[in-house]
């Protein structure tokens, strides 16, 4: 079985500009693709992951992967997907998110020898004349095409800022750059992506005369069609100072049980055989195969060794044992009390385990929180110093855990 073959197999094809052709090039080896991450935050997170083990994946089977940071497009914000528009970036939030972004692709792409390359779009962006852009790139673009793009449509009904039209012509600048400096000849990306990948495609065939081609995973949906890679606190980071790896293991452990055999192929290198197996579960034995996928995905991010700490906290809060050596801490000091006091709600916040009070109160009230083990139900309940002292546990919901102790 091919690359392109096993890629079908795990369901993560979605759409592509010519088969025969991307099929030829990933099976041998050939194909020097790029994708591209804007660097909006100072790390990349669980939506990014998809595109991480798919650069992997191709460049296993010898082709050569572009990491194509768009410190220049970060510039102007990607409407796709977005009801409104994005918060404006400096260069120098957008250069240290670059950086951090650079760190964490390592652990999946080699970059030594010339395996691989990682490139900042700013470097030809930001240096582009205006009115060249018009005469040159702006000249092959048909507005009202444009506007058929789903990315722009959601966009239109709250007003779509001439700021945000211009991220397709960058975006597909991005492709024609690549293809003319390294020889880029595919581009591979969301399902999101798909106008803005045919841009580019476009633009090269029409100011170059060649071909060059265009390829989008599926999304990672739930099978609710929600993307995954959310909790009540936020996204889920690839950075263990955002996102612990006891975290990031539990949120893949307590996956629902229709998503778990397809994150198991989307994600993991598994073999298919091996993954075929773990579908014939049933019942509670499902619980196994979220095992093998929390433990394999914590491995590939943060390494074997958090792996299998991950896995034994887990395994110890749900057996009969009471091991917290592993689980997420927060450290409070004395300041953090007021007359030897902390409000519930307030160390909720603390503990990043609600985004806000209001969220900790619907949450006490609904009877989502226990702390050591007893039910609070009041909003104004407080935790005195020193049990602290001795460390409390707070639980949210069903299987999140969370230690505090005092400095």
């Not at 940071?69 to 009801?83: K, L, N, V």
């Not at 918060?87 to 970059?111: G, L």
């Not at 009202?144 to 991220?167: D, H, I, P, V, W």
Request: charged share 25%; net charge negative; proline share 1%.
């Amino acid at each position: 079985m091919g690359v392109y073959e096993e890629l079908q197999e795990r369901g993560l094809i979605a759409q592509v500009t010519d088969e025969e052709e991307i099929k030829e090039l990933v099976n041998n080896g050939k194909a020097v693709f790029y994708i591209g991450f804007d660097p909006t935050a100072d790390s990349l997170h669980v939506g990014h992951f998809m595109a991480l083990c798919l650069m992997k994946r191709l460049q296993m089977a010898g082709n050569k992967p572009i990491a194509l940071i768009g410190g220049g497009t970060a510039m102007i914000g990607d409407p796709s997907g977005r009801t409104d528009m994005r918060q404006m970036m400096t260069k120098e939030t957008i250069n240290h998110n670059v950086e951090c972004f650079k760190k964490q692709m390592s652990r999946f792409i080699d970059f030594s020898d010339d395996k691989a390359l990682l490139v900042n779009n700013a470097e030809w962006l930001l240096d582009l004349n205006y009115v060249e852009v018009l005469r040159e790139v702006g000249a092959h673009f048909s507005v009202n095409r444009m506007l058929t793009a789903e990315c722009y449509k959601q966009r239109m009904e709250k007003g779509l800022s001439f700021l945000e039209f211009n991220y397709m012509i960058m975006q597909s600048y991005d492709f024609y750059a690549l293809y003319q400096k390294y020889g880029c000849n595919m581009q591979f990306g969301g399902d999101d992506q798909w106008s803005n990948m045919l841009g580019g495609t476009e633009l090269i065939r029409r100011k170059l005369g060649k071909d060059a081609y265009a390829m989008t995973i599926n999304l990672l949906l739930n099978s609710e069609g929600k993307k995954m890679g959310k909790t009540q606190s936020g996204a889920v980071w690839l950075d263990a100072e955002k996102t612990s790896p006891y975290d990031f293991y539990q949120y893949w452990r307590n996956v629902d049980d229709a998503d778990v055999v397809k994150c198991l192929k989307m994600l993991t290198f598994l073999p298919l055989s091996e993954i075929a197996e773990l579908e014939k579960l049933e019942g509670s034995e499902i619980n196994k195969a979220k095992e093998v996928l929390a433990y394999e995905l914590t491995n590939l991010i943060h390494g074997e060794e958090e792996a299998k700490k991950a896995q034994e906290a887990a395994r110890a809060l749900f057996g009969s044992k009471s091991n917290t050596d592993n689980m997420p801490t927060t450290e409070l000091s004395v300041d953090d009390f007021a007359d030897g006091e902390i409000g519930i709600l307030d160390l909720l916040v603390k503990c990043s385990l609600t985004a806000s009070k209001g969220e900790g109160r619907r949450l006490v009230q609904q009877g989502g929180i226990s702390v050591d083990d007893v039910k609070i139900t009041e909003i104004a309940y407080k935790i005195n110093i020193d049990d602290v002292k001795n460390s409390i546990i707070i639980k949210k919901g069903k299987k999140v855990f969370h230690k505090v102790i005092l400095k």
